[in-house]
């Protein structure tokens, strides 16, 4: 039986491809943890192998999200939602994240999904990490009415890719969680498409005999993603790429962005990865 009425695992596949200047690809399978906020202690308590702001096989630290201090994560979004004039009255949040595995993680997005009261979405807050220690987050409203299926842009505010500038737009592809879940990032500049980076999976329920299948599927995940984040800027060295110039984060943490959304028909089926 679920321990967690609204928590679930996602386990499928990262795909990245990169465009220009030279073509290069890598795809990866990993899983995800979809932890509604709320929900969070009494997984922990209800769990042998999830611990929350503890060593366990698995965790989650409210200091590896948000502003880092790990006071309360809720308390946190729901200042940004209000800062962006949105107040969901104690509506549901449910963050997608890497949990940490036996005490470590990296996080390259985790993605906030903010409800109001009765359900609906109000805001995705897409909270990005770049390998040398600094945090951003892009926190865009949704309109009532919305499909499962949607899309949202933003300008790009943060380093992310030694090989990247900070310059161009992000489009994001993202199909509410349900049986399956699919997030499609696509970077842009001013010459067109520059990069894709996507994820699909299918649910699992979040309990322990899932959470040990995962383990052994996956040993040392998190471990992984970094070790592989940086092989590849190894091969993309090799293959021409230079470092481009890294600036300062950005004064504000967040950045809110305006509504500007696209949705497909309800009837149009799920977002597929790029």
């Given amino acids: 039986m679920s321990i967690g009425a609204q928590s679930k695992l996602y386990e499928g596949e990262v795909f990245h491809r990169r465009l220009r200047p030279h073509v290069h690809e890598l795809s990866y399978r990993v899983f995800y943890m979809l932890l509604d906020l709320d ?8 769990s042998w192998l999830f611990g929350h702001n503890r ?5 989650f630290h409210d200091g590896d999200h948000g502003d880092g201090r790990g006071g309360s994560l809720r308390s946190w979004v729901e200042a940004q939602l209000l800062r962006a004039g949105i107040d969901i009255a104690g509506g549901r949040i449910s963050v997608l994240c890497f949990p940490r595995v036996l005490g470590y993680v990296f996080n390259p997005i985790s993605v906030y999904l903010c409800h109001r009261p009765d359900g609906t979405l109000a805001a995705v807050l897409y909270e990005v990490n770049n390998t040398f220690g600094d945090r951003h987050s892009y926190l865009i409203p949704v309109e009532e009415g919305a499909a499962d299926a949607l899309t949202q842009d933003c300008d ?3 380093y992310v890719s030694p090989f990247l500038p900070v310059a161009g737009r992000y489009h994001f592809k993202l199909l509410r969680p349900g049986a399956r879940f699919a997030l499609t990032i696509r970077e ?3 010459d067109g498409a520059l990069l894709t980076a996507s994820f699909a999976g299918r649910a699992k329920p979040f309990r322990d005999r899932e959470l040990l299948a995962a383990f052994f ?3 040392l995940m998190t471990l992984k993603v970094v070790a592989g984040i940086h092989v590849e800027a190894a091969r993309l060295w090799r293959k021409g ?3 481009a110039a890294r600036p300062a984060a950005p004064a ?8 500007a959304v696209s949705f497909r028909d309800k009837s149009g089926g799920a977002v597929p990865p790029a």
């Fill in 39 to 46: 929900e969070i202690g009494s997984l922990a308590r209800r």
């Fill in 55 to 59: 060593f366990s096989l698995f965790s």
């Fill in 156 to 158: 790009k505010a943060f």
């Fill in 188 to 190: 842009s500049d001013q």
């Fill in 217 to 219: 599927r996956h040993p």
């Fill in 241 to 243: 790429l230079r470092l």
């Fill in 252 to 259: 504000s943490p967040v950045t809110i962005v305006k509504p």
